[in-house]
């Protein structure tokens, strides 16, 4: 299976991604490029939202429950 097909499992799944999470569990360098391919083929993925924890911005993907 694919990094995005993966990537596309884990968000119908209900799963919240960042980066990082994207490396380690998928070996995904470059999500953005994934999530951009799922958009263009028309899967609902909102901007990543981001999120500040002790100062620290970074981007979290998910997907709404309803795709």
Not at 4 to 9: E, K, R, V
Not at 25 to 53: D, H, M, Q, S, T
Request: glycine share 8%.
């Amino acid at each position: 299976m694919s990094q995005t097909n993966d990537l596309l499992n884990a968000l119908r799944h209900g799963d919240r991604l960042t980066v990082l999470d994207c490396f380690v569990r998928f070996g995904c360098n470059n999500p953005a490029k994934a999530i951009n391919v799922l958009r263009r083929a028309g899967w609902p993925i909102p901007p990543a939202k981001f999120y500040a924890e002790n100062g620290h911005r970074f981007g979290v993907w998910e997907m709404d429950e309803e795709a």
